[in-house]
């Protein structure tokens, strides 16, 4: 019984990823073939985004608009924060991640499980530039397809990402405050001393 020839064209393709990322990592472990089901998967995302956009016969604007631009950089910024390192999400990257720590403000430090396919969806979605190009993506047809509602949200998470700027700002000029105040506390106590001893 003779082998098929798509049985042996998969396994030529597999010797060649194979030897493609062996010559590639040079000794570290890099996932290729998780990065390459992540491209094919992104390219299925936005292409499908882009069928729906087309099928509903949305034009596409000459220009983005600077105001949506600036909309969406900020919600992207903030919605790929919440979702890659929030603690609140981080039941969602439980399965690909494991927790390593605090980082930051109500930030979590985690780091992508090797076993199999879950490394290269870890790596993904632990990491806020990573998940940034899935979420600009999401916002851009949804800015297409659902424009008031789009900027709507894109307004909330923009609103949240300047809340988040003003607590950290409080907290810092709190913390100088508590600070100057505890020196001076401390200076006073050790004039008085100085005093009484005197």
Request: hydrophobic share 40%.
């Amino acid at each position: 019984m003779g082998t098929a020839p798509g049985g042996r064209a998969g396994r030529h393709v597999q010797r060649l990823l194979r030897r493609t990322e062996q010559a590639y990592s040079v000794g570290h472990e890099r996932p290729l073939g998780g990065y390459l089901a992540t491209l094919a998967g992104f390219g299925a995302y936005t292409g499908a985004w882009a069928a729906v956009v087309r099928h509903r016969g949305r034009p596409l604007p000459d220009r983005p608009d600077p105001w949506d631009v600036a909309l969406a950089a900020v919600a992207t910024f903030r919605l790929s924060r919440l979702l890659s390192k929030a603690p609140v999400t981080s039941p969602l990257r439980a399965p690909f991640t494991t927790y390593a720590g605090a980082q930051g403000p109500a930030e979590l430090h985690e780091t992508p499980r090797t076993e199999g396919s879950r490394e290269t969806v870890g790596e993904l979605v632990s990491c806020p530039f990573c998940m940034s190009v899935w979420i600009v993506s999401t916002l851009t047809a949804g800015q297409l397809l659902w424009p008031r509602a789009t900027r709507t949200a894109m307004g909330a998470l923009t609103a949240l990402a300047g809340a988040d700027a003003l607590q950290l700002a409080y907290s810092r000029v709190a913390d100088r405050v508590t600070d100057t105040a505890a020196e001076t506390a401390a200076d006073k106590a050790t004039t008085g001393s100085d005093v009484i001893g005197g």
